[in-house]
Structures are given as structure tokens and as C-alpha cells.
């Protein structure tokens, strides 16, 4: 009896914690997250929606301060800057939008980064601080963009329940 509770709710939270802590209606989810891996490699996902008479192009960049910086680029005419050539990379994420992955430089990570990801000339943009990168983990992410008190609402529910 108490699994078939869990289940329950279990899949009410996945199907209704969305729905009520969607605080833009419109937005499926955040356009730029940024998030650190187990290996201590830098995560960014960029979800832009592409504009389907274009070409893609994306362009990975982080700022502190006034000066940008390029990390990764697939832009015709348009170079990463040699420290981060061979340290990261770019894959394509379905059903739009690009994760760029750059391997270990969470140390060298400037204190309070802003990071921008260009996906054919759309901006997205995301601040973070070095001390405050959220690991990549599932878990970590539905805290951080879930409603908390729903979570605790369904645990709460599935105790009592059973």
C-alpha cells in the first residue's frame, strides 16, 4: 500500500510541479543554465528556439566585468580565444539549443562570471558566482527550478498517506 502511495505521488509531482511553479506561463524552462559536473567540468546549456530560415550559429562567451571573452564559436570569421580552444566543446541538445562543456576550469573561473550564449544572433544570458555553482545532478536542478514547498508538499502527503 505505502509503494503504491509513493508512486502516486510520485508521478503527480512530476506532472504537476511544472504546472504550478511555472512562474512565466510561456516559458517551457530557463533559456541558459549553467551548472558544475561530478569531474569538475563547467556545464552551459543554451535552449534558444532557432529561427528556422537561418542557419544555426552559436556563440559561447563569459564576461567579467567589461571584457568578453569567446570559448566557443561555430561563426564564420570568429575564434575562441587560445586558452579555451582545446578545453571546450559543443554538442547539440534536442530538441533545440547547444551545451557547451568546458573541462576543468572551475578553479580558474573569474569570482562573479556573467555567461552568454548566442544562438544565431538570440542573447541569453546568466550570472553566476563561483561559490554558488549548482552541481549538474537532477536532483540539484528540480530544487532549482521547482517550487520547494511542492516538493515538500508530496513528501509530506506520501508520509501521511501511508
Same mark, same amino acid.
Request: glycine fraction near 6%; aromatic fraction near 12%; charge should be negative.
Given at each position: 500500500?505505502m /509503494?503504491?502511495?509513493l *508512486?502516486?505521488?510520485?508521478v503527480l509531482?512530476?506532472l ?7 512562474s512565466?506561463p510561456e516559458?517551457? @524552462? ?5 551548472c558544475?559536473?561530478?569531474?569538475e567540468?563547467?556545464r552551459?546549456?543554451?535552449?534558444? !528556439?532557432? %529561427?528556422l ?6 556563440e559561447f ?5 567589461? %571584457?568578453?571573452?569567446?570559448?566557443n !564559436?561555430?561563426v ?5 580565444e587560445?586558452? *579555451?580552444?582545446?578545453q571546450s /566543446?559543443v554538442e547539440?541538445?534536442?530538441?533545440h ?5 568546458l573541462e576543468? @576550469?572551475?578553479?580558474k573561473?573569474?569570482?562573479? !562570471?556573467?555567461f552568454?550564449c548566442?544562438i ?7 550570472y ?5 555553482l549548482v552541481?549538474?545532478?537532477a536532483?540539484?536542478? *528540480? ?9 515538500g508538499l508530496l513528501? /509530506?502527503?506520501?508520509?501521511t498517506?501511508?
Open positions: 500500500m /509503494y503504491r502511495s *508512486f502516486v505521488y510520485g509531482g512530476v504537476l510541479v511544472p504546472v504550478w511553479c511555472d512565466d516559458a517551457e @524552462f530557463e533559456l541558459i543554465t549553467v558544475i559536473e561530478e569531474d567540468d563547467l552551459v546549456d543554451c535552449r534558444i !528556439t532557432p %529561427k530560415s537561418q542557419i544555426n550559429s552559436y562567451s563569459w564576461s567579467n566585468g567589461s %571584457k568578453e571573452n569567446l570559448i !564559436t561555430n564564420s570569421g570568429s575564434s575562441a587560445p586558452r *579555451f580552444k582545446d /566543446y547539440e541538445l534536442e530538441p539549443g547547444y551545451r557547451m562543456t576543468g @576550469f572551475t578553479e573561473l573569474p569570482h562573479n !562570471t556573467t552568454m548566442k544565431t544572433k538570440q542573447v541569453a544570458s546568466a553566476v558566482e563561483r561559490d554558488n552541481p549538474c545532478s536532483v540539484s536542478i *528540480f530544487l532549482k527550478k521547482s517550487c520547494i514547498w511542492v516538493a513528501l /509530506y502527503l506520501s508520509h498517506g501511508s
